[in-house]
């Protein structure tokens, strides 16, 4: 028996050891290989599965119609659990595959920990959808497509305070409340630099309630203190799973301020079993609207929806210009394939501040050479099951 | 080889094992022969295996259940980042300064371990599962509310937001709630990793061959016999379940330094991290330091070598496992291994030509 377990064990090291060994790494193929990391299995699954889907349309394009400077891009997505250690053997897997550019990583955690990794390599990476701060912080090499979290609770603050919203009762609104998720970075990040505007705005903050991921599907509580506070308008730096729960509580306990919210609110729409009438009025800023009349907009969302039957959200509106984005970064520096991932480098993320995209999340997006992107916010209101812009 | 003691010798071979692999693996790095896959899965590697190890110690030797093992790691991941990051500019030398951040994450551990075993220990049945399960929820979800930040003035905590510190302008923050600890220095390295193993192995393997360990593993096995021979179980409880958690401790140090950031995300430290570790312990074989070693390597390797698969990997992984469990668990499978056992065989034909 033990002999048996002996010759299991040993050709087991053999497979083991033999996958160890390295194919050679050179990019002796005519393609641009372009990388994604994102979470395509877990919870976080939607997010990452919607940005693989998203820039594969976009590859398939731009190979139909004869690829960057007459060169095909080889697109390769690696899945990262949204967690930290996966995403960075995400990444080496990647580099062994040969990649030279990179499209994420989807969430921010992991792309902070692959950030280190891809700036020591000095390659050029663009993520549609990691929002910290952090992301691009003290790294030349990466970008974003979306608005980093403090600045949407800032714009989001500012637009409250000086734009004013109409509440429910039908005078502006001055008393707010929040409802955020302390174990979340997206949600307390838009927390912290929301908190720290509203000071200066001339809104008062009536409650401010935290939940954490263990404790995400019952608030009661937590409506019920913002109704006792007065709280005419509640903010909401929550994903849309979260929000829909919220939306339907509040409805029950019969509750109605407004509620206002940032980028994660999109696809609240799409949500099983929710009543969508329970979303009209809701306000939220977001670059990417699906029923837009917008002709780029429509091509992508209907040719989304016959592959994959569903709307696409915003992840998968960023994924589809970050491609754009490289694409545009490539042929404005005369880069080419057969450029080291390091030359590479250089000469994008020199080119893609030069460049002004209009994409699908946002008109005439440039770059600041720290990588954050400058667009205008969009505020949307839901009306009639659609957005609407304000 | 005879002379050597049958345990010593079981002892050596596992210690060569490990020094045999790492000189393997860095022969083949310096012809550049190894994946870049490969080169950045040996650290991570290093951790599962001395946190198979640790769990074996409490679960193996002492017989006690801890399903909170990733709540140690956690500690100590985030006291030796802690530490790391005040003292990047204050202390230069960077093998001294993750040094102490490592005795620094084992102590915090193991003195968690010790304030928890306490009163648990104490009782007799499944009391310890259910205490580390809460302690490991606890603690991620304590780390996840803190803010912890640095100016002139000394050390702002709060359980709040980030706000409430106070901080001055220049002041900077080092825990920061969910988004937890960046920048920690990436001081880990394969060798430094190897040598972790091995001084936790070098711990563990002697602990057991100690008279301390012959005490700890009679409770395991008659408690009520060990009680009756004087021994203090209590006691005893505690030695080993410590010792388990500062290990812990010293593979979270491991891993935060490995990274660059760290958060207490249930993906890394939540439930199911401490059962995958209890998986290790349980495939490799419960008080089998060196089976729960290979299950762990063997795990943590498969998932990332089926790359390729896409998007079958996690449906395939999950077969694996239960073929692997029911390989080494099954009653009529151990009876079929038993009638077709190679060694069998080869004795019997072994025994015919001899005839």
């Known amino acids: ?390 | 080889m005879d002379k050597i003691p049958k345990i010593w010798r079981d002892n050596l071979i596992t210690y060569g094992m490990v020094i045999a692999i790492y000189a393997v693996m860095q022969i083949l790095i310096s012809f550049g022969l190894v994946s870049r896959l490969m080169q950045g899965l040996l650290v991570p590697l290093c951790i599962y295996v001395i946190l198979a190890i640790s769990l074996n110690l409490t679960v193996g030797i002492l017989g006690e259940l801890s399903l909170g093992h990733a709540g140690f790691m956690c500690l100590g991941a985030f006291a030796g980042a802690f530490f790391s990051k005040i003292t990047v500019e204050a202390i230069t030398f960077s093998p001294l300064r993750f040094f102490l951040a490592i005795v620094i994450g084992a102590v915090v551990a193991g003195f968690f371990g010790f304030l928890i075993g306490m009163p648990v220990l104490r009782f007799r049945g499944d009391y310890l599962a259910i205490v580390t399960l809460a302690f490991g929820e606890i603690i991620k979800n304590v780390i996840n509310a803190l803010f912890v930040g640095l100016d002139d003035r000394g050390f702002h905590f709060s359980l709040s937001d980030r706000a409430s510190l106070g901080l001055y302008e220049d002041g900077e923050v080092i825990i920061n709630g969910a988004q937890g600890i960046i920048g920690t220095p990436q001081d880990s390295n394969f060798t430094v990793g190897i040598v972790l193993v091995l001084l936790t192995l070098f711990i563990v393997q002697n602990l057991i061959r100690s008279r301390d360990g012959r005490a700890i593993m009679s409770i395991r096995d008659n408690l009520i016999a060990s009680e009756s021979i004087g021994i203090h179980v209590t006691k005893y409880k505690l030695m080993a379940f410590s010792i388990s958690a500062a290990l812990a401790g010293v593979a979270g140090v491991l891993y935060s330094h490995n990274l660059n950031n760290v958060v207490a995300s249930p993906r890394a430290f939540g439930y199911n991290m401490s059962i995958m570790i209890l998986v290790f312990v349980v495939l490799g074989g419960i008080g089998n330091i060196r089976g729960s070693m290979i299950a762990a390597v063997v795990l943590t390797l498969l998932p990332e070598m089926m790359r390729g698969l896409d998007r079958y990997r996690m449906l395939i992984y999950a077969i694996v496992l239960i073929v692997m469990m029911l390989f080494n668990w099954s009653p009529q499978i151990l009876a079929w291994r038993e009638q077709h056992s190679i060694k069998d065989l080869i004795g019997r034909v072994r025994g015919r030509s001899r005839v």
Not at chain 1, 65 to 84: S, Y
């Open chain 1, 1 to 390: 028996m033990k002999m048996f377990k002996k010759v299991l064990s040993l050709c087991l090291v053999a497979v083991l050891s033999l996958s160890v060994l390295t194919a050679c790494g050179n990019n002796d193929s005519d393609v641009f290989k372009i990388g994604g990391i994102g979470p395509l299995s877990g919870g976080a699954a939607i997010y990452g599965i919607a940005v693989r889907n998203g820039a594969q349309i976009a590859v398939d394009e731009i190979n139909a119609a004869g690829g960057i400077n007459g060169v095909q891009i080889e697109f390769n997505m690696q899945d990262d659990e949204h967690d930290a250690e996966k995403a960075v053997n995400a990444y080496n897997s990647l580099k062994d595959w040969g990649m030279q550019i990179l499209m994420g990583t989807v969430t921010s955690t992991p792309c902070v920990a692959v950030g280190v990794h891809s700036s020591a390599d000095n390659l050029f990476q663009i993520t549609p959808s990691a929002s910290s701060a952090n992301v691009v912080k003290d790294n030349d090499n990466i970008f974003q497509i979306c608005f980093n979290d403090p600045n949407q609770g800032y714009g989001s603050a500012q637009y409250i305070g000086q734009i004013g919203v109409m509440g429910n009762d039908g005078s502006l609104v001055t008393n707010v409340a929040i409802i955020y998720d302390s174990s979340d970075v997206y949600s307390s990040g838009l927390y912290d630099t929301f908190i720290k505007e509203a000071a200066n705005q001339p809104f008062n903050i009536v409650a401010t309630e935290a939940f954490t991921e263990s404790s995400n599907t019952d608030f009661s509580v937590q409506l019920q203190k913002a109704k006792d506070a007065g709280a005419q308008l509640i903010f909401l730096p929550l994903y849309y799973k979260e929000a829909s729960l919220i939306l339907a509580q509040a409805a029950a306990i019969d509750y109605n301020p407004v509620f206002f919210g940032g980028d994660g609110l999109d696809g609240i729409l799409t949500v099983e079993n929710f009543n969508t009438g329970l979303a009209e009025g809701v306000i939220l800023l977001t670059p990417f609207i699906a029923s837009s009349a917008d002709a780029k907009t429509q091509a992508f969302v209907s040719e989304y929806e016959r592959l994959h039957g569903e709307i696409p959200n915003q992840f998968a509106a960023g994924a589809y210009d970050a491609i754009y984005v490289i694409k545009a970064a490539i042929e404005h520096s005369g880069a080419t394939h057969t450029m080291s991932v390091s030359e590479l480098g250089d000469a994008l993320k020199v080119a893609v501040t030069q460049i002004s995209i209009n994409g699908l999340t946002g008109e005439n997006m440039t770059w600041l050479p720290t990588g954050e992107v400058n667009k205008a916010p969009k505020a949307m209101v839901i009306v009639n099951g659609i957005y609407v812009e304000l």
